[in-house]
């Protein structure tokens, strides 16, 4: 009896993982949005220049208009990290303009 019983709970899943879960495999779009928040801002903050900073900003709402259009056109746990990829290139992307001042030399 005891050996069924210990048998029986050889396929147990490891203590932390949820592997019904597949939101968590999401992530990705947060993050490949968060790098192509960075690479876009860093290139533009080097470019001395005051179009460059004009442009950041405007890719910055673009960026962001673009990931709500995305989550209205998906379904299911992605509609949420597009919100989510939304809401933090905005707050991020905003905290850049302020932080980094444009007349820097």
């Given amino acids: 009896m005891m050996e069924e019983e210990l048998s029986t709970g050889g396929n147990t899943p490891a203590p932390g993982s949820n592997p ?3 939101g968590s495999s999401n992530f990705y779009i947060v993050g490949y949005n968060m790098l192509a928040l960075i690479i876009y801002t860093l290139a533009l903050k080097f470019s001395k220049d005051l179009a460059g900073y004009f442009l950041d900003a405007v890719l ?3 960026h962001v ?3 709500i259009i995305l989550a ?3 379904k299911g746990q992605k509609v949420w990290m597009w ?3 939304a809401v933090l290139v ?3 992307g905003i905290s850049t303009c302020v932080v980094i ?3 820097l030399k």
Avoid: K, R, T
């Fill in 90 to 92: 905005l707050v991020i």
């Fill in 72 to 74: 209205i056109a998906e």
């Fill in 20 to 22: 019904g879960n597949e």
């Fill in 60 to 62: 910055l709402v673009v």
């Fill in 83 to 85: 919100v989510l990829s």
């Fill in 65 to 67: 208009l673009i990931c």
């Fill in 101 to 103: 001042p444009p007349f």
